[in-house]
């Protein structure tokens, strides 16, 4: 798998607005054309600061390292960013703000040649050379150890000393920690080993535990001084008074002689009359009811004479009237008036005894009497009785029974019958609350007679102490919670601190095997093959193995063992100073051998500069080693600035294409350059460039932009007479005469008149500050237009 083209870089880096398909379409950059696609080789040249790195960065990121893809300066803050890479079989891999859509096919496939990987792996560490924590974190997997091996001996050392300095410093720690807290504990005879016992029961308490634990303290401290008080007065205690129960209960089912269990329905009784079938009769006896009744009474089967009016009765013939009065008065009727009777004689009781209801008198001053020796969680039993509204329902209701038995036959209407019964049922349930606090009580009483008589009050009573004690406890962690947690925590970081103490006793362990190990690694997989390719690109470089065992012993600092190659430069001794070239040759060779012996070639090459403070000889190898070492991998992508090398390039490697990084204005593209013609690119480059100079008053002066002018003012003034005038990036002496002599005397009668502008132009290009953003002001943007003016007018 292999990338086809980078589509879109939209504000990231110096790309403001970067799309593949829509730009310089007039200059090759055809977007229908394939062949302006990635190829297996890619060359980019580009000046620096132009991009060139940046696209390394973003290959990093799609590599899947941490790496910041910053926003372009000239944007707007809340900008989007967006990238898009389209791979070889169309799949795209997007990049949207902060995270890559199909990140995955990319992640791993890089293997990245740059500065940082020369730093990374070539270290001199001597008396002279400033080392970094950079470098020191990457021992044990350096290709270059230089200077004596007792270098190493003091960085150990150090975490040695650092593992006994983190040691004290933990222990003094703690002890100050202890200190204060046994301060605190001794109110409260706590030990530290049973406060670590309770961890979990402080950790554990809230806030609002607080109130909640004093009143147990104080609910056990009363039952305590009653305990005590019982064991005082057991006399006193023999003698106590159970409490009464309310023994009545309220209920409308009654018990009847015959019919056994009969419900009060005072609708019914109230009802209770004559049919209606003899009311004329009885309307004439409408006042004497009663009278006639008694009546009624007095006749029987002897009666010859009529007890109403005393006229003598004819064959035992009564007279229509009585005859009536007899049906409606028979025996049936007698007993159904005497059940109703019976059942507002009970109602009546119900009525009466619920407005007499309240709760046992004495059991008041018992209850304080007994509270004074137990615990009751209650102030006083409560009241048993009708409330005022209840009384009056009552009483109404009472009435109309005294009503109903004074007349039996008047049917009575108003009855609150449905009220009576939810005022009983109310009332039931009281009483059977009230007895069931006064059984609990009684039978606490009992319990403390009886414990009092077997002696067990007293075990209770040690038993009592106890729970106060934890209870006290408790309560001290509660209000001490902060300061113990606080112990806890010291005590835990304590801990860790101490994990830390033995990691870094294993990383002194490890390291001072490790250091040697590695390196006897290192020197059996890849020496050999860094020595080859050291050199091939640098014939007059040679790097030795040091010999000799590599050890080291601790216990003998001063006669440590040396571990790490012995460079030598023209017969010359290097190993204590490494030129930046030296170091670069080191690196790359290196990175080869790593090329050479790694088995999954399914990976993408990126070189980024890999011939730093080259010679010419040293680029052209180094060209023919990237293309014969190369060629079994996916892809590759060489980024340079120098010409030279791009043309060794251009000539070495077949099947490539070529891309310019342009910085037009603070914002970076990538263009494709069909032609093969070194002279025709560096003039479509510097006419491009000199187009933007003839703008240039309409520019704004900014930091930036002096960049972006004054390297394009050094790339034009030093590539046009390299380049245009002899032949610089030619490889053979012939060709770059044959140029010089294609240019005619007349053009170098030119350069020899401009001798004295081009080389105040060109000294200013080099120490007017144009390599970094002006920190002292040592150049202008007036004075850098002045400058690109007088490199125009030259018309090189």
Not at 660 to 674: D, E, V
């Given at each position: ?5 980078i ?24 977007s229908?054309?394939p ?6 080789y890619?060359i980019?040249?580009a ?12 290959f990093k ?30 799949s ?5 703000n ?16 740059d500065?940082?990987f ?6 001199a ?18 290709i270059?150890?230089?200077g ?11 975490i040695n ?11 003094l ?47 056990q ?22 409490l ?17 269990t ?31 009744k ?10 010859n004479?009529?007890?109403f009016?005393e ?27 005497q059940?109703?009777?019976t ?22 001053t ?12 209650i ?11 209840e009384?009056?329902?009552v009483?109404?209701?009472?009435n ?16 609150k ?27 606490k ?6 414990d009092?008589?077997?002696g067990k ?10 729970k ?15 300061s ?14 101490n994990e830390?103490v ?7 362990q490890?390291?001072?095997?490790k ?12 020496f050999?093959l ?35 190659f ?15 070239g ?15 012996k ?7 090459i ?6 730093t ?5 040293k680029?052209k190898s ?39 990084i342009f ?7 990538i ?8 002279e025709?690119?560096?003039n ?18 900014s ?8 390297q394009k003012?050094r790339f034009c ?31 170098f ?32 943007w007036?004075?850098l ?12």
């Amino acid at each position: 798998m292999i990338i086809k083209k980078i589509a879109k870089i939209d504000n990231v880096f110096s790309f403001f607005s970067f799309n593949w398909d829509e730009i310089n379409v007039d200059r090759g950059n055809n977007s229908n054309n394939p062949d302006d696609n990635f190829k297996k080789y890619n060359i980019f040249f580009a000046e620096n600061g132009s991009g060139k790195s940046k696209l390394v960065d973003i290959f990093k990121s799609l590599n899947g390292e941490s790496i910041e893809l910053k926003r372009n300066w000239d944007r707007p803050p809340n900008d989007k960013q967006y990238i898009k890479v389209i791979l070889d079989d169309e799949s795209e891999i997007e990049f949207d703000n902060s995270q890559w859509t199909n990140g995955d096919k990319l992640k791993r496939k890089f293997l990245i040649f740059d500065k940082y990987f020369v730093d990374k792996y070539v270290h001199a560490i001597g008396p002279e050379y400033i080392d970094s924590p950079q470098r020191r974190q990457q021992r044990g997997r350096s290709i270059i150890f230089l200077g004596n091996f007792n270098d190493y001996h003091n960085e150990i050392e150090k975490i040695n000393n650092l593992k006994s300095y983190i040691s004290e410093k933990n222990r003094l720690f703690l002890e100050k920690e202890r200190i204060s807290l046994e301060t605190i504990l001794r109110k409260q005879s706590i030990t530290v080993d049973q406060l670590e016992q309770d961890k979990e029961l402080i950790k554990g308490l809230r806030e609002d535990d607080l109130p909640v634990i004093k009143q147990q303290l104080k609910n056990q401290n009363d039952i305590l001084g009653k305990i005590d008080k019982a064991l005082k007065k057991k006399s006193e205690l023999s003698k106590i008074s159970l409490l009464s129960r309310i023994e009545i209960n309220f209920s409308l089912e009654i018990q009847t002689t015959n019919e056994g269990t009969t419900k009060i329905n005072p609708i019914d009784l109230f009802s209770f009359t004559i049919s209606r079938g003899i009311q004329q009769t009885l309307h004439k006896i409408a006042h004497k009811k009663d009278f006639i009744k008694h009546g009624l009474s007095l006749i029987t089967k002897e009666t010859n004479e009529c007890p109403f009016c005393e006229q003598k009765i004819r064959n035992g013939d009564f007279i229509q009237i009585i005859k009536d009065y007899q049906n409606i008065f028979n025996e049936t009727f007698f007993k159904e008036e005497q059940k109703v009777k019976t059942l507002l004689r009970s109602y009546r009781r119900i009525l009466e005894n619920l407005l007499d209801l309240q709760s046992p008198l004495n059991n008041q001053t018992g209850l304080q009497t007994i509270k004074s020796f137990i615990a009751i969680s209650i102030d006083d039993l409560p009241e048993v009785k009708l409330s005022t509204t209840e009384k009056t329902i009552v009483r109404d209701e009472l009435n109309l029974v005294l009503k109903k038995e004074r007349k039996i036959l008047d049917k009575i209407g108003g009855t609150k019958f449905k009220e009576i019964e939810r005022i009983i049922d109310r009332v039931n349930r009281d009483i059977k609350k009230y007895n069931e606090l006064v059984d609990d009580i009684n039978r606490k009483v009992r319990e403390l007679q009886k414990d009092i008589e077997t002696g067990k009050l007293v075990a209770k009573k040690a038993e009592i102490e106890n729970k106060i004690k934890d209870i006290e406890k408790k309560l001290f962690y509660a209000e001490n919670k902060k300061s113990l947690e606080n112990f806890f925590k010291a005590k835990e970081q304590y801990n860790k601190n101490n994990e830390i103490v033995e990691s870094l006793e294993k990383i002194y362990q490890l390291l001072k095997e490790k250091i040697v190990e590695q390196f006897n690694e290192f020197v059996s997989e890849y020496f050999s093959l860094i020595k080859q390719f050291v050199k091939e690109i640098s014939p007059s470089m040679d790097i030795f193995e040091i010999q000799g065992q590599a050890t080291y012993d601790r216990r003998n600092p001063r006669n440590p063992a040396q571990c790490g190659f012995r460079v030598e430069y023209n017969g010359e001794d290097r190993t204590s100073k490494l030129s930046e070239g030296e170091k670069q040759v080191i690196a790359l060779a290196f990175f080869f051998a790593r090329l050479q012996k790694l088995r999954d070639k399914n990976k993408i090459i990126v070189f980024d500069d890999p011939i730093t403070s080259f010679d010419a000889g040293k680029r052209k190898s180094t060209s023919e080693i990237i293309e014969r070492e190369t060629k079994d991998f996916s892809q590759v992508f060489i980024f340079t600035c120098d010409p030279l090398f791009r043309e060794y390039c251009l000539k070495q490697i077949s099947n490539r294409n070529f891309y310019y990084i342009f910085k037009t204005f603070g914002a970076s593209s990538i263009h494709h350059y069909k032609t093969k013609d070194s002279e025709r690119f560096i003039n479509l480059v510097c006419d491009k460039f000199e187009e933007d100079f003839n703008q240039i008053d309409s520019v704004s002066g900014s930091d930036e932009n002096i960049i972006v002018f004054g390297q394009k003012l050094r790339f034009c003034l030093e590539t046009k007479i390299k380049e245009g005038y002899f032949g610089y990036s030619e490889d053979k002496l012939s060709n770059m005469i044959e140029k010089v002599a294609k240019n005619g005397t007349e053009k170098f009668e030119r350069l020899i008149n401009n001798k004295r502008i081009i080389l105040e132009i060109y000294n200013y290009c080099n120490t007017g500050g144009l390599a970094h953003y002006p920190k002292d002001g040592s150049t202008s943007w007036n004075e850098l237009k002045g400058k690109i003016k007088q490199y125009l007018g030259l018309n090189l």
